[in-house]
Structures are given as C-alpha cells and as structure tokens.
C-alpha cells in the first residue's frame, strides 16, 4: 500500500455517521506486517528527503540574505517635542543594505525614519553592532529612504528584478516584526499592482504594490522581501490588518521602483518625475467607452495634449484611450500618472492607444516633468 494511499485512508471521514470505516482503516495500519511497515517507512524517509531539498534551498536563502539585513530605530519630536527630548516618539523598523557606485546604503521605507535626523537613527547589524548614519535621502511620495553608512565587513544584498516576479511565485519577508530582528517568514506573490490603498497617515502618491501572505507585522517595514533566488524583489512597507497584526495581506515596494527613486536621491538628492503631456478625463465612464467601441470602461481617456511634450512628439491624440504603458494595462487616468511617475526619465516605452476603434502602437520617451514645470 503506498504511503499517500495510506494517508487518504486515515484522513477520511466516517460515512453516514458510522466509524467502521475508520475503524477499518486503523485496522489496515495496525496489521501491517513487519515488511509492509518498513516499506512504508522507506517511502516516507525518500519523499520527506525530497522535502528537506527544499527546505534546505530556503536555509540557504537566509543564511545568505540575513547579513544584509538591518534593524532601525529612530526618534522624531511631535507637537512642539524635539527629538533629543525624551518623550519623543520612537520607531522601529527593518533596511536592507545595498551597494550602490562602489558605497553602501541601507534601502528602507520614508515612514521608519519619518521627522528623524541623522543623530536620531541607530542602525543594528545581524552581528549586534551597531552603526550611525552619516546622509539620509527620503521620498514620501514613494515611501521609500536610504541612508549612507559605512563600517568594516558590511554585506549588501543582491537585487533581483520585480518585473520578472509573478503571482504564486514563492517569498521571504526579513525584517523586526514588533522588534524582534531578523525574523523570517514564508508565503507566495498573492497580487500585483495593488494601489488606492488607505496607509494610515501616510500618504503614498506612487502606489504600485506586490501583495504577499507571507507574514508582516509591525518593523517588517523597510525589511526585504526575496526570491528563492535571495534577491531582493521588495520592499515590505504595509499590511491590510483588522488587528493592527498578520492577517495574510502584507504589501511591498516592488525592487525595480524603490531602486529607481533610491538612485536618484543618491545622485541628484531629490527624484524627478517622467512627464507624457496628455490631460485626462476623470469622468471617463462605461457609456462612453462603449461608444468608443471598447469592450468595457478601461484605460485612460485623452482630452489634451501639450505642445511639445513626449505625447505630442509621439503624435498621441485628442480622443485617445491609452491602454497600456510600457507593458502595463492601464485601469484609469490615475493608473496612468502612477505608471508614467514610475517610469525613468527619458526611456523610451510603448504605449498602445484606442483610436478610431482600433488599437495602435506609439513608441514614447518620456521627458522630465520638472522642466516641461518651470516652462509654465
């Protein structure tokens, strides 16, 4: 008898109320013969020595991203309190360092160091020591900080590429939940591109989020979340909670986004958004696509173009419904602000436009907003 035979039979309910079936089946493995029970027991050491691989890739995993993980705390004045005071609030969370140029940072989430100076973030390593900052950038739009450091035999993580990841695709979140660092959990990619979440008091304006079970709680924020790979493909930054703990939703910045504003900050100091030129109807309903001949209310609807921008230049018109942007289907007018604030100045993209009932294909480099502003 094989062994997930004998499993279905254990497991199977009494019929009608009656347990003779139950009682049959224990019977089978109570008067199993000495051959038949080492059988049995060679199956599952082979299949449970299968299993163990794959445990032991996730053992590897951690044992290799861990160093690279780092528990913050900070401290910001409130109404009037200053930060050195104190009854000033502290706050906890998680970081990843990162190696960028040849220095190393700690990639984290604007929300963990919030209203903190330099002198107020204390950075733990996974060996206890504990490091200052010397610079921090932050981007509240994103939600997203990173902060230059420097000590002696730092490890920084690798960065994999969220675009590649996919909904069931297995994940680990490292970070502090309620203080207790370098915590480890485990689950799947349960959604992407959630957006129009409500995030306490913070308001987070590029909203492109990875959903994942995996379980966060409180200081998993800023943590990573890695690919069985033990690449960083987010940034854990919220969760969908009636308890204020883990109920299975848990939300990240995904890796390709947090490092586009980290970088800039990093170069620039501030992060400069990519501009198309389009004005969009906020009203655009299900009615009025249909007229158009859409299938139903999707994309965002133009009803302007701005002289010489990259829509103009891409002849993008009056009266286009713009469906997808760089590979992403476009839900609505907001949708499209998100994709095109995520996107780096001065790539080059597709852009699939509703014109005249049929779909059309325009090749887009995007321009930087702030100058297409200071023309105003």
Do not use: C
Request: without cysteine; negative net charge.
């Amino acid at each position: 008898m094989a062994i997930a035979a004998v499993l279905a039979t254990l497991m199977a309910p009494p019929i009608g109320g009656h347990s003779g079936a139950a009682a049959r089946a224990q019977d089978d493995v109570e008067n199993l013969s000495p051959e038949e029970r080492e059988r049995l027991y060679q199956e599952l050491e082979d299949e449970v020595a299968a299993l163990e691989r794959h445990v032991q890739l996730l053992k590897q995993v951690v044992r290799l991203t861990r160093p690279a993980v780092v528990h913050i705390e900070s401290r910001h004045g409130i109404n009037g309190v200053s930060a050195s005071d104190r009854s000033a609030v502290e706050e906890a969370g998680s970081g990843v360092l990162i190696d960028h140029e040849g220095s190393t940072y700690v990639l984290t989430n604007y929300h963990v160091i919030k209203g903190s100076d330099n002198g107020n973030i204390r950075i733990k390593l996974w060996d206890g020591r504990w490091i200052e900052p010397r610079r921090v950038w932050s981007d509240p739009a994103t939600d997203v900080a990173v902060i230059l450091v420097q000590g002696d035999d730092l490890v920084t993580a690798r960065l994999g590429d969220s675009r590649r990841i996919d909904i069931g695709d297995f994940v680990l979140a490292v970070g502090s939940p309620f203080g207790l660092s370098h915590s480890v959990t485990y689950g799947i990619i349960s959604a992407k591109g959630r957006r129009d979440l409500k995030l306490g008091e913070s308001s987070v304006r590029f909203q492109d989020f990875l959903q994942t079970d995996a379980a966060i709680n409180p200081g998993n924020s800023g943590g990573p979340l890695l690919n069985l790979r033990g690449q960083v493909v987010g940034i854990n930054t919220a969760i969908a909670s009636n308890s204020g703990g883990n109920e299975g939703i848990g939300f990240a910045i995904p890796i390709n986004a947090a490092m586009l504003v980290a970088s800039q900050l990093i170069e620039n100091g501030q992060v400069t958004r990519a501009y198309l030129g389009v004005h969009l109807d906020v009203r655009f309903t299900e009615d009025m696509a249909r007229r158009l001949g859409l299938p139903r209310q999707q994309g965002a609807y133009v009803t302007g173009v701005t002289p010489d921008s990259p829509a103009e230049a891409a002849q993008i018109r009056t009266g286009d419904v713009i469906l997808q942007f760089d590979g992403f289907a476009i839900d609505d007018d907001n949708h499209l602000i998100i994709r095109v604030g995520l996107t780096p100045v001065g790539e080059e993209v597709d852009v699939v436009v509703w014109r005249d009932r049929n779909s059309h294909t325009v090749r887009v480099k995007v321009g930087d907003r702030s100058r297409f502003e200071r023309e105003r």
